[in-house]
């Protein structure tokens, strides 16, 4: 509950910050949230102790008191790739589908990577809490990790030079497993 109030502050000030939310640690019996393919990606940033957060995957581990500051800072950082999803869901299938265009908006040089992350709103589970930030047990969770359905790390984009205006386009196909614990 501690880490929702803060995600709510950085939405009041930054409207458009996605947030990513993992539940762990990962396949934690007591957190049917914890099981979702990627999670592996909950200790491959040393995650240990929640709510603590790492902002734009650049900040290191931070306590939730310090995400707001963060955000902001990254906020102010001009966007060096524009990115284009063209993407559908087929509810029956369970088939998800996505072309996504990257557009380097000045030359860069190095690897770059991406992720497509499966997030969902107001799921009504259990939640601890404490004094100042109290659980329920219809505590409603939102921006939660449900699926990283092209790995934990993601895929390669480019490992190179990606020259101004250079647009480069990946395919993302994935059947969305069922939802386990929930």
């Not at 393919?37 to 909950?42: E, L, P």
């Not at 790739?81 to 265009?101: G, L, M, Q």
């Not at 997030?119 to 100042?132: H, K, M, P």
């Amino acid at each position: 509950p501690c880490g929702h109030t803060a995600i709510q502050q950085i939405h009041n000030a930054i409207p458009n910050a996605i947030t990513i939310c993992y539940h762990g640690p990962a396949n934690s019996s007591s957190d049917p949230f914890s099981y979702f393919s990627g999670n592996s990606i909950i200790s491959s940033y040393g995650f240990s102790s929640y709510p603590t957060g790492i902002v734009d995957r650049v900040s290191g581990i931070i306590d939730r008191n310090a995400w707001l500051g963060q955000m902001n800072a990254r906020n102010s950082v001009p966007a060096t790739v524009s990115i284009d999803v063209d993407r559908s869901f087929n509810k029956n299938t369970r088939e998800f589908n996505a072309t996504i265009d990257f557009k380097a908006l000045t030359s860069l040089s190095g690897q770059y990577k991406f992720n497509v992350i499966l997030l969902e709103d107001s799921i009504i589970w259990s939640q601890t809490g404490n004094g100042s930030c109290p659980g329920s047990s219809q505590y409603v969770h939102n921006h939660l990790v449900r699926d990283m359905m092209n790995g934990a790390l993601g895929e390669e984009i480019i490992n190179g030079t990606w020259n101004v205006n250079e647009t480069i386009t990946k395919t993302v196909s994935r059947t969305v497993p069922a939802v386990t614990g929930v």
